[in-house]
């Protein structure tokens, strides 16, 4: 039984076979770390940020798509690719500096969407409006803005050093739905909160990020398991034994319970964090990707979850959860 609306799914509907991400890395910092309005980054934040690197190491954007498209082309025969501005905030700055990065995507062989990490602080007018009109002169049939949501607990937020609320997240959503931008949701599940001696947020605050998600234009969430990476203040917090991360057992239950509120219109573009190699002090579990998959793929069977069964799809799972629906989509 099809128990999500998975992004491979969604892909191939749209498309009619697989499309592949490329990373990105645009050299973009983030207001969390140039001082803009903190230098230590979230509390969970890596100082090297997510993505590839390549820039540091002399490959601009057509090289590292070079390089990209070289490694992937053995990959069935793939020819369809998304571009993800993935490290930081690719939209903090100058509107100028984001028009050369987009530029800079022109005639990139195979591109059919990009995809942008950012924060919803970093979304003004102007931004949005270059960004809807490059969409359309680039030629590309999506344009998807990956918004760092991460709680809708504002308190949550101040705790963490997210330095913007609920609110800021909502009204980017609004925003960006309203040029035909695409939102994706990051949520996190287990972050560190006020008070307690390893307090940190529970099912209940999942449940109600996800039912936060449900009533805005968000077309995608990504799930991730909170974890300790080396070098952030959530590694200082753990030392100390002030914080630690969700057992396995713990965040299969919280993303069991987050799959039945979420709306089965939306997207699931991922269902767990993954570290970058080094990076991981705590839990061990998170590091072990196979594992969790399966992990993840045994509690939804077992417990028999289905997305959205509490919010609209109780009486079975909607049609377009088959790869080999072929209707209008949601």
């Known amino acids: 039984m099809d128990r999500l609306y998975a992004l491979s799914t969604h892909l ?32 969970f934040c890596n100082p090297a940020g997510s993505g590839s690197g390549l820039l540091s190491r002399g490959q601009d954007i057509p090289a590292q798509w070079a390089f990209w498209r070289s490694v992937h082309g053995g990959r069935g025969g793939v020819e369809r690719y998304t571009a993800y501005l993935q490290s930081f905030s690719n939209t903090h700055g100058p509107v100028e500096r984001l028009a050369r990065t987009l530029d800079a995507l022109a005639g990139l062989p195979g591109l059919v969407a990009l995809s942008i990490g950012t924060r919803p602080d970093c979304l003004d007018p ?12 680039l030629g590309l049939a999506d344009l998807t803005l990956e918004l760092g949501l991460q709680s809708a607990n504002d308190a949550t937020l101040a705790h963490i050093g997210r330095g913007h609320d609920s609110a ?36 209940d605050d999942l449940a109600a990020t996800v ?22 203040r959530l590694a200082r917090l753990h030392d100390r034994g002030e914080y630690e991360p969700p057992g396995l057992d713990e965040y299969l239950d919280q993303l069991g319970h987050a ?17 970058a190699r080094g990076e991981l002090l705590a ?23 289905r997305q959205g069964r509490l919010c609209g799809a109780a009486a079975g799972p ?13």
């Not at 102007?126 to 002169?137: F, H, M």
């Not at 799959?259 to 570290?275: G, K, M, Q």
């Not at 839990?283 to 979850?305: E, K, S, T």
């Open 12 to 43: 191939r509907q749209r498309y009619g076979g697989r499309v592949l991400k490329i990373p990105l890395d645009a050299g973009y910092s983030c207001p969390n770390r140039d001082g803009t309005i903190a230098s230590d980054g979230c509390v």
């Open 168 to 203: 800021a997240f909502a009204d980017a959503a609004r925003a960006a739905a309203r040029r035909g931008l695409t939102v994706v949701a990051h949520v996190m599940a287990g972050l560190p909160t006020p008070g307690g001696r390893v307090g940190r947020e529970d099912r």
């Open 318 to 330: 909607p049609p377009w959860f088959s790869p080999e629906y072929k209707g209008e989509l949601p």
């Open 259 to 275: 799959l039945e509120r979420l709306s089965p219109a939306t997207v699931v573009h991922r269902l767990n964090a993954n570290p």
């Open 126 to 137: 102007d931004k949005l409006d270059l960004l809807a009109e490059r969409r359309d002169t």
């Open 211 to 232: 039912d936060f998600v449900n009533g805005l234009p968000v077309r995608g969430i990504k799930f991730h398991n909170v974890y300790v990476a080396r070098g952030t």
């Open 283 to 305: 839990p061990a579990w998170a590091g072990n990707m196979r594992a969790l998959h399966n992990a993840v793929r045994v509690h939804l069977d077992a417990a028999d979850i």
